[in-house]
């Protein structure tokens, strides 16, 4: 059991470009969740699947945030348009089922210059 | 409002000793769990509790759900020890949700 996979480690792009980080949950687990986190706002909740479908949203920034997850075996963080205050570590997270303890991968530090 | 208050913000201390780190909730939570943030960054599972106490090695916790706190409990600290910790509950609305505390900055000294 690899854990949660997230790539890359690290995300380096310019203002305006797109970001696309990948999540691998661990196998089995029914539970995807997106997490962002800053030195300022602490761990935020993003958003959250559930069998491979969405459920909810409600932590996504709505107009540049949009993520995926097309097989149980991949969810997908997409930032269009990035800006300096995206800068964060974005960490993905699978459980058993959404009453289950929480495993998190080592996350995708992403920087907008 | 901030529904989940950890404390303390850091503490420090010297190999073998212990102490408590603690987690206010300002409304009912129905399950909180623990993580420690390693060396490496990573977010480790140390607890799931929804009710009562567990215990691993040297980690003690507990989660009252009714008085809405949650501990945990270092005993023998080693220096691997020091790392962030953080509790993150779910609310009893049913939301699966986790709101993380601010997390405590565990420095473990020779």
């Known amino acids: 059991n690899a854990g949660v996979i997230q790539t890359p480690r690290h995300k380096v792009t310019g203002k305006g470009q797109e970001a696309t980080l990948w999540c691998e949950p661990i196998?089995?687990?029914?539970?995807v969740f997106w997490y962002r986190q800053t030195i300022v706002q602490g761990l935020e909740f993003l958003t959250y699947?559930?069998?491979?479908?969405?459920?909810?949203d409600s932590g996504m920034p709505k107009e540049r945030f949009s993520a995926q997850m097309p097989n149980q075996s991949h969810s997908t963080l997409k930032i269009q348009s990035t800006q300096p205050q995206d800068s964060a570590v974005y960490l993905c997270?699978?459980?058993?089922?959404?009453?289950?303890?929480?495993?998190f991968g080592h996350g995708t530090k992403l920087s907008v210059l | 409002g901030d529904q989940v208050e950890q404390s303390p913000s850091a503490l420090s201390l010297h190999e073998g000793t212990g102490s408590a780190l603690r987690c206010n909730f300002t409304t009912t939570m129905r399950a909180v769990q623990w993580f420690r943030k390693n060396s490496r960054g990573s977010l480790i599972n140390l607890f799931y509790l929804a009710s009562g106490t567990k215990e691993n090695g040297r980690l003690k916790s507990a989660f009252d759900s009714k008085e809405r706190y949650s501990t945990l409990h270092i005993r023998d600290a080693q220096l691997e020890d020091s790392g962030t910790y953080f509790c993150?509950?779910?609310?009893?609305?049913?939301?699966?949700?986790?709101?993380f505390g601010s997390g405590t900055q565990l420095t473990v000294m020779p």
């Open positions: 699947f559930r069998n491979q479908a969405p459920i909810d």
């Open positions: 993150a509950a779910a609310a009893s609305s049913g939301s699966w949700q986790l709101i």
């Open positions: 997270a699978s459980s058993l089922n959404s009453n289950e303890r929480l495993f």
């Open positions: 196998s089995g687990h029914s539970a």
